[in-house]
């Protein structure tokens, strides 16, 4: 098992960056590809950024292309999403997740999920 926990989120105007945290334990991190989720209110959960196990190769939808990176610290456990250039859109809950499979930019691979951070992009 994984338990994987969010923090970072909050209220933050146009324009503005904010850089969310997810910590994993349970298991040895290293293996595992994590990735970023968002769901707004009456839609999908979708996947906005993964990353391989070791960092090498990413992923983003590409509505957050050129505005959010997503990196890890094997070393702490960590997966990291910045957030730059926020837009009214990009409101949504976010969601940390794992997944033991290699394909870090199939959303369905994902099976280990925090319980999201709310992000909150005022116009």
């Known amino acids: 098992q994984v338990q994987v926990v969010e923090s970072g989120g909050g209220l933050v105007q146009a324009g503005g960056s904010l850089r969310l945290s997810c910590e994993a334990s349970?298991?040895?991190?290293?293996?595992?590809?994590m990735g970023w989720f968002r769901q707004a209110p009456g839609k999908d959960r979708d996947l906005v950024a993964g990353?391989?196990?070791?960092?090498?190769?990413?992923y983003y939808a590409d509505s957050v292309k050129g505005r959010f990176t997503i990196s890890r610290d094997n070393a702490k456990d960590m997966v990291f999403l910045q957030m730059n250039s926020l837009k009214p859109e990009d409101t949504a809950v976010y969601f940390c997740?794992?997944?033991?499979?290699?394909?870090?930019?199939?959303?369905?691979?994902?099976?280990?999920w925090g319980q999201g951070t709310q992000v909150t992009v005022s116009s």
């Open positions: 349970g298991r040895t991190f290293s293996p595992l590809s």
């Open positions: 997740a794992a997944t033991s499979s290699i394909n870090y930019n199939v959303a369905v691979e994902y099976n280990y």
């Open positions: 990353i391989s196990w070791d960092g090498h190769s990413t």
